[in-house]
Each structure stands twice: as C-alpha cells, then as structure tokens.
C-alpha cells in the first residue's frame, strides 16, 4: 500500500517541492493557511512557470475556522473591452499563442492580495519574499520544466522576450541547472511594496499593455484598471454523507457534483475497485455532466447556469437511470488545456485552502509582455467566435474556466482537500480520488497513485478516446472496449493523467496527504 505523509497540526502539499516547502516556512514563522495559500501561489508561479505564473487565473475554496463557513474567490479574468468577434474576423478561431491570445486579463495577483489581505496574519511583503528569492536568486530547473521547455522550443523561440527568458542565449537549461527570472523578480518585489495596484494600475500594467498593443494585442489600461475578482459562495453537493463543495461557474467545477451525485445512485464498492463495471460507471457518469457543462458553462453574469435542475438528486437520478450498463455513451468532447497547478494547505487552527491555478496552455500564450517577466495566459482562447455559442466572445466576460478546487466536509468541516491538473480531465480524476478514498477506503496517496484513465482530452481535434495507464489490468480494458470505449493503453505512469494531490482529515483531526508521482511535488506535514 502507498504509505500517505502524515501529521498531526499542519500540511502543505504542492507540485513542485520548493513551493511546499515555501508553505511550510510561512507556517512555521506564524502564518496561516491563507498566508501559506498564497506563498505557495506565488512560488509555482515562478518555479512551475510553464505550469502557472503571474499572468494567469486562479480559483481559491476555503474553510475558515473561526466561523465554520466554505468560501470560495474567483480570480479569473475578464475579456478586454477591445476583444469582440469583429476584432477577429480575419480567423476561423481566436489563436491560441502569440499577443492576439491574450485576450483576459490576469486575474491571480488580485487573488492573492484579496485572499491574503483580508484573512492571512502576516504582510503580502512577508508570503511573496520565498517567490521573489527564487526569481532573483534563481532554482534548480524541475525536470518537468526542461521537458516541457524541450517540448515547445519552436514556439518560445517565435517571441524573443519569451526566448531570452526560458531559453536564455538559445539554449534550453538543464534539469538541476539554475534558472533565473530577473524581470519577474523585479515585478513581484513592486507586488510586495505597493500590493495588487502595482499590477493593475501601476507600471506594470502600463508595460504590459505597452507591449501588447505594439505587437497587436487587445487589451488596454482600462481593462486592467478595471479588473477585480469577487468573492462567491460555492456550489455545494453531496455524496454519501459528504458535502462537496466547489466554486460556482464560470468554473466547471459543478461537474464534479453532478458526476458523484450520479454515482451515488450505484454500489461501487460491491463493484470492487479496478472492476470494468467500476470504471464503466464513472466514465459515463462524468460524460453526461459533459454533456451539461457544453451546454450551459459560461460567464454566468452574461447567461445564467440551470445549477438549481443541475445539482438537484432527482436529475441525479435521472441520468444515473439512463446508464447502460453494458454499452458507453456517444458524447461529443472538446480540447480544453491541461496547464495547471493544484495545492492544498491545512493549518493547526483547522484553517483549510483548496486552490487550483493556470496558464491555461504550457506557457500560456507564448508572450512574455515587455520587461515586466509576465508570461500571459492564452485562457481567453477558449471563447467561441460563433454569434450563436453559448461561450462566445463578448466584452468584459469570463471564458468557460476548466479550473476547479474541491473540498469534501463531513459534519460542517473539511475531511478531504483535492484537485489536479488537467483541463478536461480534472473532474475524472477528482471522481476518481474522492471515489477510491470514501467508497474503498483509501488514504489519499493510494488514491492519487492508483492507475488513472482520462476520457476525451487532446491537443488540437476533439476526441473520445478512453486513455487508460498500463497497469490497469488488461481484462478491464478488453471489457471496456467491448463496450463501445475507444481505449487506448499508455504507459504505467501517464504525465497526461495531469497532477493530483489531496489533504485527508480524520474526525481526529489528523492528517494524511498525497503528492503525485507524476510530477516534481511533495507534501509535508507535521
């Protein structure tokens, strides 16, 4: 069995070791949860760049303690106020790399300042000092990093700010080589001095835009003057006897219910874990929440979301009926981006911080915006140039947002934290963890270890392709083909499986957490 860290007052658990560590540190001089949330943000941002980074989005799901109350912060950004179809009517689609990508502005530096200002204990300054060291002082470059640097060399080159930076005197650095970030350091120290304003009205918007503009991007200062996040309550479901929370749309996070509540309708532990009738089930289960999610996500503000009919247990029960349990379903998918970052912290006053953050592509856009070290997410890519789509481009909108934090509370407090990477395929794996962990039993390391499947998601084309790891086991997968399921077996442990990790809390209050081995994270507790 897959032995689990585990503790008795705290945990931190990221995708890259130094951030967790970053998390720690700030815990361990006095900080909270939310103070430790934003040191580890702040630290992938610059030792996961091609994962996440300052000019991406995020989505924080919190318990604060003192008041027993579920939170929820939506730092997505809104489409520029210059970013309408017209714009781009020379294209059969808004690119998806260069400046005419960048079409949102960044929404995560208003989400650290908001979630830190109003609830952590110690200065924005304090939890950004890990980040700025890094950038400055520079950090063994992760393994994960240089493949995906390797992997899309040709497409940094086409921008020379962004080649300079990641691909410093052309040459792509070497895992365990020190990488440094100058311009990032330097933005992130004006951060810290002078907080979220520096970002959005200050030098570096007024660079960013500068750049942009001159290579023809859309958005402008206003846009970012602005800009501001909110805070929201999440949606929240149940599955057995958990409440599961997760933040409201644009995020596609009601997914996640709607496929356990489905669930909920079926025995998976008399299925016996790793079954094909197990595997069956939650592949279909979340392909009918996919079928929703098409149909309805978007900026809620601009079309409202049915989440009443969507989350009720009679539609649940509804869709669970339509399952065949001997054939898979035709479902249309679409290619959405797996470029994310998940963490989790938990502190000794039972504060808890679920939070998921991107680029949205690997190195989001492609565009590093003048001399500030932002690369700009391309998130705002995803919008529809179609008059008619129900996620179409308009002015001031937020895109269909795959990110998605989750938390599972049972008698009003946490008892799981978990989410992952992965575009499409975060609400498979969340089913998956939450699944293995409640139903059969497992501490959250097995659950993320265990051998995954994603359904559907790819770069480029749409796809219904069933990708299973290789150690499921070979009977399972012949089934699931039989089935209708256009299987594919990949490699036993599977980067397109996306990044998982979760926080387990017992009615004890003890601690147990789990990393994936298919990245460059770690988890501590103590």
């Known amino acids: 069995m897959e032995k689990p860290v585990t503790g008795t007052k705290a945990m931190v658990v990221s995708p890259h070791h130094l951030a967790t560590a970053a998390g720690a540190r700030v815990l361990e001089r006095g900080g909270n949860s939310f103070d430790a ?11 996961y760049p091609h994962m996440t980074g300052v000019g991406g989005d995020a989505f924080f799901l919190s318990y604060h303690a003192g008041d027993g109350e579920v939170r929820a912060y939506n730092a997505s950004g809104r489409s520029g106020s210059e970013a309408t179809i017209d714009a781009y009517a020379d294209v059969e689609a808004i690119p998806t790399r260069g400046p005419r990508s960048a079409v949102t502005v960044p929404g995560m530096v208003d989400g650290w300042y908001a979630v830190q200002n109003r609830y952590g204990r110690l200065t924005f300054a304090e939890v950004l000092e890990p980040a700025i060291a890094y950038a400055a002082e520079g950090f063994p470059m992760s393994p994960d ?9 040709a497409m940094l080159a086409e921008q020379p700010v962004t080649a300079g930076i990641y691909m410093p005197e052309g040459r792509i650095v070497p895992a365990g080589e020190r990488f440094i970030q100058q311009q990032l350091a330097a933005t992130l120290s004006k951060l810290a001095e002078h907080g979220r304003d520096a970002f959005y009205k200050g030098t570096v918007a007024e660079e960013i835009v500068r750049y942009l503009q001159a290579e023809g991007g859309l958005l402008t200062e206003a846009d970012f003057a602005a800009h501001c996040g909110e805070w929201v309550s999440p949606i929240r479901g149940s599955y057995r006897e958990y409440d599961i929370y997760q933040v409201p749309p644009n995020s596609q996070g009601f997914t996640g219910i709607m496929a ?14 790793g079954s094909y009738a197990y595997y069956h089930a939650l592949v279909e289960a979340l392909k009918l929440s996919f079928r929703d999610r098409n149909r309805y996500l978007t900026d809620p503000t601009f079309s409202a979301v049915p989440l009443d009919r969507l989350l009720s247990k009679e539609y649940a029960a509804e869709l669970a009926a339509s399952i065949n349990q001997n054939e898979a379903v035709d479902i249309n998918s679409q290619p959405v981006g797996s470029d994310t970052a998940y963490a989790a912290v938990v502190d000794e006053d039972g504060n808890a911080v679920s939070f998921i953050q991107s680029l ?17 997410q391309n998130r705002g890519s995803f919008f529809s140039l179609d008059s008619n789509h129900i996620n179409r481009l308009e002015p001031g909108k937020r895109t269909f947002h795959t990110l998605m934090p989750a938390m599972a509370c049972l008698n009003g407090k946490p008892s799981y934290l978990y989410g992952t990477q992965g575009g499409e395929g975060q609400p498979q794996t969340q089913t998956l963890m939450l699944t ?14 265990e051998p995954r499947f994603v359904w559907g998601r790819t770069w480029g084309t749409p796809t219904q392709e069933l990708k299973l790891e ?16 256009l299987v594919r077996r990949l490699k036993d442990y599977e980067g397109v499986m996306g990044h998982a990790h979760a926080i387990a809390i017992n009615k004890d209050g003890l601690l147990s957490g789990g990393v994936d081995p298919r990245c460059d994270g770690s988890v501590i507790g103590w």
Do not use: W
Request: glycine share 10%; with cysteine.
């Open 470 to 485: 290789g150690r499921i086991a070979e009977e399972t997968a012949d089934q699931l083909a039989a089935a209708g399921h």
């Open 37 to 47: 949330a934003i040191a580890v943000s702040a630290c992938l941002a610059v030792v």
């Open 436 to 449: 293995r962990m409640i139903d059969f039993g497992m501490n959250p390391q097995q659950a993320v270890s």
């Open 360 to 376: 949205y592509f690997e190195f989001g856009s492609g565009v590093v915006a003048g001399d500030t070290g932002v690369l700009l």
């Open 145 to 153: 990093q240089y493949e995906h640097t390797k992997q899309h060399a």
């Open 260 to 273: 356990l509540q489905i669930l909920e309708q079926f025995d998976l532990a008399a299925m016996g874990h």
